[in-house]
């Protein structure tokens, strides 16, 4: 997923910088500001026990799925429903059942009557984040995902891949500059394409794995491990309201919304981490608190937090160090015109070994 902040591209070089800190004992990795999983799945492949973390629940059942997920997914209890999968090789059957739930007919439900040219234009501002087609064929798998967790057909496990199959899919369908913070006019060429449910990619390994769907000051408490990884929003965006119809198709819980975009309430997931009077004193808190050998920070030369703010707080746990690499602006606003100071930042990953 196109996600502000992903680390997709910089995975190689969180590695290697963390390969020159940590010692060979370190066996669990604590990735609790998790966000699309991406940095949880490359270390869960390198044979970590991995524990995530993300105060959206969108990426709480992305995570639930790439890391919590961690062996093959059968859908026995399915076949109840769909016949023909008893004759398709167990590890063939998620592909079967997405391609299942692609072919379903498009109902008229939350997604298309809020967020569909059709379901709001008699609305005083229509919305237009889907085709109407796409807006349809959502809610169509979506509510089949539901009926079948409901019925006790699909176990958790399955429930979880099949909603970040869902989301991961949708989100490529919108017709939207980046973000959910607006919508085109215009249907967007990609938008007016056919929803098509991708399988997600299942990484199966034989460790368990922990996944939390809370503020992280408050889990840091639960959690023990060998290394943190902490990858905080770097600015004053809330991620609630940039992904929040994705929270809304993850939930599908018919909240009550407003504004042009459709915005739900979001009170409870404003993150200290985006507040200039806050962050700090929410760091300080976390750094102390952790348990672990370990702790690394991605963080750029223009976040909230200055240089020396985070290297005041992380000294208080022992030796401080960094590693820096420039790094290509993530171009959300492009299609606003919206003007940037530069086109490269210097992405930062402190740490500090823990005393
Ligand atoms: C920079 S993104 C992480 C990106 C992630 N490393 C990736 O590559 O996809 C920051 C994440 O922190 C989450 N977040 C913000 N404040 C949080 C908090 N107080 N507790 C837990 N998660 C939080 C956001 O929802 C967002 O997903």
Known sequence: MNYIGSKL???????????????????????????????GSYFKKKGYKVIAN????????????????????????????????????VEKRKNFVCSYLSDLKGIKG??????????TENQNEPRQYFSDENGMRCDAVRQKIEKWKKEKLISDDEYYFLITSLVESIDKYANTASVYG?????????????????????IINDQTHEVFNEDINKVSAKVQGDILYLDP??????????????????????????GKTGLREYQNQKSLYC????????????????????????YNNEGLMSLDDIKEIMSLRGEYGYFTKDYNRF?????????????????????????
Do not use: M
């Open 54 to 89: 993300d105060i959206q629940y969108y990426s709480y059942v992305l995570n639930r799925h790439y890391i919590g997920n961690h062996k093959e997914l059968g859908f026995s209890a399915l076949t109840t429903e769909i016949p023909e999968l008893k004759n398709i090789k």
């Open 9 to 39: 591209s910089l995975l190689g070089f969180l590695e290697e910088s963390i390969n020159k800190v940590v010692d060979k004992n370190c066996s669990v990795f604590c990735d609790l500001f998790a966000g699309t999983g991406i940095v």
């Open 233 to 258: 929003p770097y600015n004053h965006r809330q991620y609630a309201t940039n992904y929040h119809l994705l929270e809304t198709i993850a939930k599908y819980d018919n909240p009550v919304i407003h």
């Open 275 to 298: 507040s200039r009077t806050q962050v700090k004193k929410a760091f300080r808190d976390l750094i102390l608190k952790a348990k672990v050998k370990y702790i690394f920070l991605s």
């Open 331 to 355: 171009k959300a606003d492009r299609a606003e015109n919206r003007e940037y100071k530069a086109e490269k930042t210097v992405e930062y990953l402190h740490y500090v070994v823990c005393n």
């Open 110 to 119: 939350f997604v298309y009557n809020n967020y569909c040219f059709g379901g």
């Open 182 to 202: 607006a919508f085109l006019k215009k249907l967007k060429k990609t938008a007016q394409n056919s929803l098509v449910l991708k399988p997600a990619e299942l």
